[in-house]
């Protein structure tokens, strides 16, 4: 499985990105999208996930009702509407598929079985 990032770059405060995210490769039915990010000298954190069907939606709380996730299974893509955007937003963001097996969650970090390579959203004020 490959997942392939784009849409980062260089945005003011307050403007908006587009992430988007495409998968390839394997098989599989029913799995979770989401993205993490990951700062200069921090670890990589939870944003946003979606379920296969996308009746469930999780979304960390410093990014609750500035970003909104969303996926289309025939292309199996995820996407990620970032709004109103901050300083504190830069960082390189990646795409995730988490398979919802029993016990793990697709906002836990240790719990993700596939990594995108990443793409920068830089942030300036």
């Known amino acids: 499985v490959q997942l392939q990032a784009s849409g980062g770059g260089l945005v003011q405060a307050g403007g908006s990105l587009r992430l988007s995210c495409a998968a390839s490769?394997?098989?599989?039915?029913?799995?979770?999208m989401g993205w993490f990010r990951q700062a200069p000298g921090k670890d990589r954190e939870f944003v946003a996930a979606?379920?296969?069907?996308?009746?469930?939606?999780y979304y960390a709380d410093s990014v609750k009702g500035r970003f909104t996730i969303s996926r289309e299974n025939v292309k199996k893509m995820v996407y990620l509407q970032m709004n109103d955007l901050r300083p504190e937003d830069t960082a390189v963001y990646y795409c995730?598929?988490?398979?919802?097996?029993?016990?793990?969650?697709?906002?836990?970090?240790?719990?993700?079985?596939?990594w995108g390579q990443g793409t920068l959203v830089t942030v300036s004020s």
């Open positions: 490769g394997g098989t599989f039915s029913s799995y979770y």
């Open positions: 979606i379920s296969w069907s996308g009746s469930r939606v």
């Open positions: 995730a598929i988490q398979f919802g097996a029993y016990g793990r969650n697709p906002y836990v970090r240790d719990h993700i079985d596939y």
